[in-house]
Structures are given as C-alpha cells and as structure tokens.
C-alpha cells in the first residue's frame, strides 16, 4: 500500500517511555494521529466509545479477529486488545503519519503486513534504570515487576529485527529522535 510510510510503531519493554515520548512527539505535532485501540473490557467512568476505545464483546472480538480486521491483539487482566486494520488503513490512505504504540510481538506482525511501515525499538539507557522506572511507578507489586522485567529481557533480544532504535535517556531527546525518523522516512517538515 502506497500509504506505508505514514506507519510508525513504536515497541519496547513495559516502562520504557513509549506512551510519554508518543504523547510528546503527538504534543508537538497534532498532525500526527493514533488510533483507537478495540478492547473487550468494560468503559471505565469518564471513557466514550470510539474516543478511549471501542469497547466490544469478547465473541464480537474474535469475529473480528477471524475475519482479518484486527491486525494485531494482546491479553492483559483477561481482557483482549487490539490495533484495528480500519483505523490504521484510512489514514495511510489520507497520507497522515499515524503512530502506534505496540508491543514486540505485535510490531513484527504489523511490518508483516506492511512492509514499507517503520517500526522503531524504544530502550532504556541501562537495565538498571528500567527496573528503576517499573519500580517508581508504585502501581506493580514486586511479583509483577519481575514478571515485567522477564518479558522485557525477551522483548530486549528481539530488538535487531526493528528499523530503528532510540535509546530514553531524555524524553526530549527520545522526542525529537522520533519525530526526526518520522520526517525522514515519511517526508514531514523538519
């Protein structure tokens, strides 16, 4: 599809930065999109469908999974989640540089299926600062920190097969590597 350079995903272990250098990159140029994610969770309070996500069954989920319309999913808290082909397709169509925050696994499929997207690998500056960022957040127990951190040594050897990688040792400067591997592959002003 012609639109491909208009796709970026970023992926990298949980407590990396993706969603706050995402937010500053999106922050600084709202010409860039996201998608809404499909989820078979209930709305939380203040959440609208088709705003935060859309929000379906489990059995209209994995119709739409079957059927190819959901390009990638995950499991988390027994609920599924998943990056819509409908949301991703029509603004490549549109020509509008779309930024999607997925995990490893997902990023692979996505540059499956397009080929001419970029997926870039977000990593942290050392080990230690990773497990620092999990641990500071204060919303994992200690089981479920180490449980992250064991996924993100998987996720960390999995990184050569990306495009591009940006280590977070500044969100500013995280930001504006983003934002400078968009321009480049995708023609955006500099």
Request: net charge negative; aromatic share 8%; glycine share 8%.
């Amino acid at each position: 599809m012609e639109g491909e350079k208009y796709l970026f995903v970023v992926a990298g272990p949980s407590g990396v930065g993706k969603d706050s250098v995402m937010a500053k990159v999106r922050a600084a140029h709202p010409e860039i999109e996201k998608t809404v994610s499909i989820t078979t969770r209930a709305p939380r309070e203040g959440e609208a469908e088709g705003v935060n996500y859309y929000y379906r069954t489990e059995e209209q989920f994995q119709q739409l999974l079957a059927a190819g319309e959901i390009l990638e999913s995950n499991c988390f808290n027994d609920h599924h989640y998943g990056t819509l082909k409908s949301e991703v397709e029509k603004r490549m169509a549109a020509g509008k540089p779309v930024l999607l925050n997925i995990d490893v696994h997902g990023a692979a499929n996505i540059k499956r299926l397009y080929p001419g997207s970029t997926i870039i690998f977000l990593l942290p500056p050392s080990w230690e600062v990773l497990e620092q960022r999990l641990r500071g957040r204060g919303t994992d127990s200690d089981a479920d920190v180490k449980n992250r951190l064991s996924i993100a040594r998987d996720e960390l050897q999995r990184a050569g097969a990306f495009d591009a990688w940006i280590v977070n040792r500044d969100l500013d400067q995280a930001a504006a590597e983003l934002y400078g591997i968009m321009a480049s592959r995708a023609g955006l002003p500099e």
